[in-house]
């Protein structure tokens, strides 16, 4: 009863042409999949990749959205002008979003509300580091980004969560589907203490860091993963493969 879904985020890659170029090539390989299909951009493309993606069920998303209606917020972006190109996702609080600008729970925590609101999907991410890892603390660091970052959030089942472990993020290093299932499973279980049981669930857990065409069928076999936040391989065809996970491979 949950739908996978598997989402890109291009991250600060790509260009107006190569971003269509490749939405227009993987859009026909795509076209099958059993999961929700979407890829998270740089804002200044979204107007072109929504215009790529129409007609296809290749969803456009942002990567980050601001609380506030409008205002004085350089740099930043608004709800509405997300709405006005039908952009239905935004990854909020994304590891690289807090290491090098500072995001805090809160932050995360008023994006989230903000993008609820507005009716577009929060994609929350949460996840430890080496160190908070090896010193045994990845249940303790995501339960407080979990309690502060998702609180008073009415439908928990409208967010998305992306477990991306920062070790594995950008690293080729991914987690082994136990390591990722065990967490996930953990976030679930939290989802049923600070909410309820029936929306531990419902709502769509992803995995993130380093999945690729090689990993992805290994992990999305995990019977608590319902996804994929995907980065680097989501530049390129191999983004389709992992999207057809459930589908026999076409390049061996
Ligand atoms: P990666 O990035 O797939 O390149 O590790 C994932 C992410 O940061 O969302």
């Known amino acids: 009863m949950r739908k996978p879904f598997i989402a890109g985020n291009w991250k600060m890659h790509m260009t ?12 026909p390989l795509v076209k099958d999949a059993n999961c929700d299909v979407a890829f998270c951009v740089p804002a200044i493309l979204i107007p072109a990749m929504t215009e790529a993606a129409k007609g296809t069920n290749i969803a456009i998303g942002a990567e980050n959205v ?33 290491q090098y600008f ?10 989230a509300k ?26 303790a660091v995501i339960r407080e980004q979990m309690e502060v970052g998702l609180a008073e959030i009415e439908d928990i089942t409208k ?9 594995a993020i950008g690293t080729g290093v991914v987690a082994t589907n136990e390591q990722a299932e ?3 499973a953990f976030i679930r279980s939290e989802i ?15 995995y993130g860091g380093s999945m690729n065409a090689a990993n992805c069928r290994g992990l999305m076999a995990q019977p608590d993963i319902d996804g994929g936040l995907i980065g680097g391989a989501s530049l390129t065809k191999d983004f389709a493969e992992i999207v057809n996970y459930d589908k026999p491979r076409t390049n061996g």
């Open 102 to 111: 500072g995001e805090t729970d809160l932050g995360v925590n008023k994006r």
């Open 159 to 167: 967010v998305v969560i992306a477990y991306e472990p920062v070790w």
């Open 16 to 27: 107006a042409e190569t971003g269509a170029a490749l939405i227009k090539e993987l859009a």
């Open 182 to 184: 065990e967490t996930i």
């Open 66 to 98: 601001h609380w506030e209606k409008e205002g004085a917020y350089t740099g930043e972006i608004s709800c509405d002008m997300l709405l006005e190109y039908g952009v239905k996702y935004a990854i909020v609080g994304h590891s690289e979003r807090r």
């Open 114 to 139: 903000a993008a609820l609101a507005a009716g577009i999907t929060p994609i929350v991410c949460v996840g430890e580091t080496l160190a908070e890892r090896l010193a045994g603390s990845t249940e």
């Open 192 to 206: 049923g203490r600070i909410f309820c049981p029936k929306c531990a669930e419902n709502v769509i857990i992803q």
